[in-house]
T-cell receptor
Framework: AQKITQTQPGMFVQEKEAVTLDCTYD???????LFWYKQPSSGEMIFLIY??????QNATEGRYSLNFQKARKSANLVISASQLGDSAMYFC?????????????FGAGTTVTVRA | DADVTQTPRNRITKTGKRIMLECSQT?????MYWYRQDPGLGLRLIYY???????NKGEISDGYSVSRQAQAKFSLSLESAIPNQTALYFC????????????FGDGTRLSIL
């Protein structure tokens, strides 16, 4: 069974510092994908970054980067130079299912609070 | 205008009532999904549809039904609402492809008294 684990329910970070959000996953499929989403207090879900299991390099999107350690089955999100607007809940999700039947399985989320 | 629109945004209703949540999208995606979000549990998949003639049960489909009226429309129904269906409900769409993200509506906050 595929499973996503986010062990940090909540974190505080000082403005302008970097923060790492942990995500571990469990799958026996060699082909999989990992997504990170941001949910601000207003409630919408915003896609941040994607990492495929066969990607040779860690994904980066602006201030977001993925620390992908395949052997450890972890895909931690790093947010650099935190801003007040980064305060939100962050979800890690894994693509599961067979080809043409892809679905996402989500972790429980981590709340990040950025302090001025 | 939003690419994925959910109506209503908020709804309070009573146990036993039939409720329909609607989702429409302008992204031209074939794939649509319904999730519910509960505190501490993340998002869980209720139903999904890969085209107009395709409906699939997700992780927690009991007590729910769906209808895919058109490529752009996917509605979720609670036939007889119960209090433990109180949650935040999301509709999402995606393009084909293993690396395609899902795009979410703004959610419907449903309270069942």
């Amino acid at each position: 069974a595929q499973k996503i684990t986010q062990t940090q329910p909540g974190m505080f970070v000082q403005e302008k510092e970097a923060v790492t959000l942990d995500c571990t996953y469990d799958t026996s499929d060699p082909s999989y994908g990992l997504f990170w989403y941001k949910q601000p207090s207003s409630g919408e879900m915003i896609f941040l970054i994607y990492q495929g299991s066969y990607d040779q390099q860690n994904a980066t999107e602006g201030r977001y980067s993925l620390n992908f350690q395949k052997a450890r089955k972890s895909a931690n999100l790093v947010i650099s130079a935190s801003q007040l607007g980064d305060s939100a809940m962050y979800f890690c999700a894994m693509r599961v299912g067979k080809i043409n039947d892809y679905k996402l399985s989500f972790g429980a989320g981590t709340t990040v609070t950025v302090r001025a | 205008d939003a690419d994925v629109t959910q109506t209503p945004r908020n709804r309070i209703t009573k146990t036993g009532k039939r409720i329909m949540l609607e989702c429409s999208q302008t992204k031209g995606h074939d794939r649509m999904y319904w999730y519910r979000q509960d505190p501490g549990l993340g998002l869980r998949l209720i139903y999904y549809s890969f085209d107009v003639k395709d409906i699939n049960k997700g992780e927690i489909s009991d007590g729910y039904s769906v209808s895919r009226q058109a490529q752009a429309k996917f509605s979720l129904s609670l036939e007889s609402a119960i209090p433990n269906q109180t949650a935040l409900y999301f509709c999402a769409t995606s393009d084909e492809g293993s690396n395609q993200p899902q795009h979410f509506g703004d959610g419907t906050r449903l309270s069942i008294l």
